[in-house]
């Protein structure tokens, strides 16, 4: 069967060959329908040595929906044949946390990262850009009934992801019938986050790209208002907020811009959530850039019952993710796809 390897830090990733592999204690085998293709895949591949706790090589792929075809000795519970998206985060599956289904934050992810064990499915362990893939556990896996292959695999990184921040900052909406959130880039996590705010929460949504197509998806998606990032960006949303000031800013790019311009349309007692892994850097500083009372979180992936109500909401017909397929043969194209910038919502490989 194929799968695509990591096999040196810098890439490219090489579609292999290998034997079926057959799964022993909880571990259950999936055929996979469908992996998405995230920019987090860009910066594992781009990652220089020693810059990630993960060994290789390993088969990429951290958002992942497939059918069940085997079970080891002791996985009790999918039925084969059964449906499902793979929850990617995996951590000790013991800890307080993991009991609660958050493995994201798992309390042992320290002594994990020494031991090289790898944040979860294509993070340092094998996930699947691959024809079959080996889940540690069913407690990873979530039914998703009908709902199609590539529709699903985006909703365990992009869609979890996006609402996973989303809770993050809701406190900050309250009650306030016309409080504003921004949108900062407008890909795979950023267009299902506008679908999760519009679906469950009053906000306006006001999102900001530096590609026009990125801004049409935005407005299809349901966002109130889409600009491009300019020099006067942060003036404009500012306006669109009545002088206020945005309840909350998502940030699904994380570069110094980026976090500039949230620092500049923030209200006082806002909330900031910096999702993109762009690099950029923010001073913590009274006072400084930020208002007072500005909330920053650093959200990350997703917890367990938050992939299952995601789930729920893309069954209910709320959340409809824009996918460009290619096939699992297409994986260098539809990487350097993403890379050019030119994905409009999210890449899906289908084997
Ligand atoms: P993507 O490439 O699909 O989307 C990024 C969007 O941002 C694109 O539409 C792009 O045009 C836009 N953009 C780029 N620079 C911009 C700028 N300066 N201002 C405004 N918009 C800009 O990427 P994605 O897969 O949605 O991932 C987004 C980020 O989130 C990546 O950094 C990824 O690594 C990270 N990520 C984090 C988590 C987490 O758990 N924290 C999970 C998944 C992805
Ligand atoms: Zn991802
Ligand atoms: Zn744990």
Same mark, same amino acid.
């Given at each position: 069967t194929r799968a695509l390897r990591l096999t040196r830090w810098g890439g490219p990733p090489t579609l292999t060959e290998s034997t079926r592999s057959v799964p022993t204690g909880e571990e259950v085998l999936i055929e996979v329908e469908a992996a998405g293709i995230c920019r987090s895949d860009l910066h594992v591949i781009d990652a220089r040595d020693g810059v990630l706790p993960y060994r290789l090589p390993f088969t990429l792929g951290h958002e992942v929906a497939g059918r069940v075809v085997e079970r080891g000795p002791e996985a009790a519970g999918p039925t084969i044949g059964e449906r499902v998206v793979v929850y990617g985060p995996w951590g000790c599956g013991t800890c307080a946390r993991c009991a609660a289904g958050a493995e994201n934050y798992c309390d042992r992810r320290t002594a994990l990262d020494a031991d090289g064990?790898? !944040?979860?499915?294509?993070?340092?362990?094998?996930g699947g850009m691959a024809d079959l893939m080996l889940v540690p556990s069913k407690r990873l896996l979530v039914p998703v009934g009908d709902l199609a292959a590539a529709q699903a695999a985006p909703l365990s990184d992009a869609g979890l992801t996006a609402y996973h921040a989303v809770a993050s900052v809701r406190s900050a909406l309250g009650d306030d019938p016309c409080?504003?959130? *921004?949108?900062?880039g407008v890909g795979g996590l950023g267009h299902l986050a506008v679908q999760i705010l519009r679906a469950t929460t009053n906000a306006?949504?006001?999102? *900001?790209d530096v590609r026009a197509e990125a801004l049409a998806l935005a407005g299809e998606c349901g966002a109130h208002f889409a600009t491009l990032l300019r020099p006067d960006t942060a003036a404009v949303l500012r306006g669109r907020t009545g002088g206020v000031g945005a309840a909350a800013v998502l940030d699904f790019v994380g570069n110094g811009s980026t976090m500039e311009l949230a620092a500049g349309v923030l209200r006082a007692g806002g909330e900031l959530a910096? *999702?993109?892994?762009g690099g950029g850097q923010l001073v913590i500083?009274?006072?400084?850039a930020l208002p007072p009372g500005t909330r920053v979180s650093l959200p990350f992936?997703? !917890?367990?019952?938050e992939l299952e109500a995601v789930v729920a909401l893309a069954r209910a017909g709320s959340l409809r993710v824009? *996918?460009?397929e290619f096939p699992l043969s297409g994986a260098a194209e539809a990487i350097a796809r993403l890379r050019s910038e030119a994905v409009r919502g999210r890449a899906v490989l289908v084997p």
């Open positions: 064990v790898g !944040t979860g499915a294509g993070l340092g362990r094998n409080a504003c959130v *921004v949108i900062l306006q949504v006001l999102a *900001v910096v *999702v993109g892994s500083r009274k006072p400084g992936w997703g !917890t367990r019952p824009r *996918v460009e």
